[in-house]
């Protein structure tokens, strides 16, 4: 069957209607609470691949920097690059603020990911991230992975962990719908 592909009616089922709501919703409330919490002090902000959502600049208020990267050469973001490769034009330890919200899931090698943000952060710089759990396949395509609480405290090891939020799933435990971090680079690592 090499070469043929198959035509599927896709049938989108209402829980995922209903957890694509909780999640879009839950990223705009981590965004105001991080930004209030966490983004008091002047700064750059690194935004990854905002896409069409009105990604992080909003949030912040303006003495924070807001620059984007994304590897849609048509996305209008300030830098054009893979998060998963060592981005020459970023240089290390820039920025005291990186965005990375539903973006690893998509990220084909999603340990050099958070290792190249690891890299462009400040010595205690802070890293907010989103991802979804218990939710469909989803575009932008490649969509390769989901976290559990576990797979993130692997993949943030260089990281101290201020916060690790979950929406759970009613009547479901141990199946989040989204999960939500805040991290902060530690500098002793690497």
Not at 5 to 20: G, T
Request: aromatic share 12%; net charge negative.
């Amino acid at each position: 069957m090499k070469g043929v592909k198959f035509m599927v009616e896709l049938v989108v089922s209402q829980i995922d209607i209903e957890n694509l709501q909780i999640i879009r919703e839950n990223v705009v409330t981590f965004m105001k609470y991080v930004s209030s919490v966490y983004g008091q002090k002047k700064g750059r902000l690194l935004d990854i691949a905002p896409q069409v959502h009105e990604g992080a600049k909003p949030f912040f208020y303006d003495e924070i920097f807001v620059e984007t990267l994304d590897l849609d050469l048509n996305s209008g973001c300030t830098y054009i690059g893979d998060i998963c490769q060592h981005n020459n034009f970023l240089l290390d330890a820039t920025y005291d603020y990186v965005v990375c919200t539903e973006v690893l899931e998509h990220t084909l090698q999603p340990f050099a990911a958070i290792d190249e943000i690891w890299r462009i952060l400040k010595p205690d710089g802070l890293l907010f991230i989103s991802t979804p759990f218990n939710f469909r396949i989803h575009g932008p395509l490649p969509d390769c992975w989901r976290f559990t609480e576990h797979g993130l405290r692997a993949i943030l090891k260089n990281f101290n962990i201020l916060e690790l939020n979950s929406i759970e799933t009613p009547e479901r435990g141990l199946m989040p719908i989204h999960y939500t971090v805040v991290a902060k680079k530690l500098s002793s690592c690497k």
